[in-house]
């Protein structure tokens, strides 16, 4: 019960530092349109105008239906993208490798016959679902720090966290770079697409995978 109190604290205290945040800076955000700004299009949805707050942003479509755009700061947006699109692409990972049999070891005796879809239910019971929320929103407290600087001008670019352990982009030109990043923000999209599909899936077969 501590542990869940503690769970429910630090995830409160993380959305409310980023709302709080969320609605001191983005009031730049409503500045005026100009009139070719409003007659621009949406490459992706034509029957739309252009979100001109997304343009510059590697991987923009000019998709934004909603507007979230105009109300909320695009770095905020991208960050959140970014974070859900990299959870989407472990987690797919994760899910399918479980029901392909992949297993920790020593195995559990508790875990024996679970499937990625029972496996909730059962680690909610055991309590290990309790401490893997109150890591993932420390993280998330401490996270949020390099988040809100960035909002508030310290330069750094949404999503980045200067973790490239292996070295993709040493050495590399801005256009590479920039290729890199669409890259990993086109696998985001994907992988929330797929993690969704993927859930929904096996949910409905409750067979192995393929989920067919």
């Known amino acids: 019960m501590l542990i869940f109190l503690i769970c429910q604290f630090l995830n409160f205290l993380g959305c409310l530092i980023f709302f709080l945040s969320f609605f001191a800076l983005s009031l730049h955000i409503f500045a005026a349109k100009s009139l070719t700004a409003l007659n621009e299009k949406s490459p992706a949805l034509p ?11 590697v991987g923009d479509v ?5 507007r979230f755009s105009d109300f909320a700061p695009v770095d905020f947006l991208r960050e959140a993208e970014l974070k859900h699109g990299r959870i989407c692409m472990l987690a797919w990972t994760g899910f399918v490798a479980v029901d392909m049999g992949a297993k920790i070891y020593p195995f559990p005796e508790a875990y024996e016959g ?14 290990a679902m309790g401490q893997l ?9 401490i996270s949020s ?8 001008g310290s330069g750094r670019k949404p999503g980045d966290f200067g973790l490239d352990p292996i070295g993709f982009l ?4 801005e256009e590479e770079i920039a290729e890199m990043e669409l890259k990993e923000i086109t696998h985001c999209r994907l992988a929330m697409f797929a993690f969704s599909g993927v859930v929904t899936q096996a949910v409905l077969t409750q067979g192995p995978f393929p989920y067919v």
Do not use: R
Not at 114 to 127: E, K, M, R, Y
């Open 170 to 173: 040493k050495g590399k030109s």
């Open 114 to 127: 679970l499937t990625s879809v029972t496996a909730h239910d059962a680690l909610v019971q055991q309590g």
């Open 47 to 57: 029957f739309l105008p252009y979100p001109e707050n997304c343009k510059g942003y």
């Open 133 to 141: 929320f109150l890591w993932i929103s420390l993280t998330e407290v």
């Open 62 to 66: 000019g998709f934004d239906p909603f």
């Open 145 to 152: 720090v390099a988040v809100i600087q960035m909002l508030e």
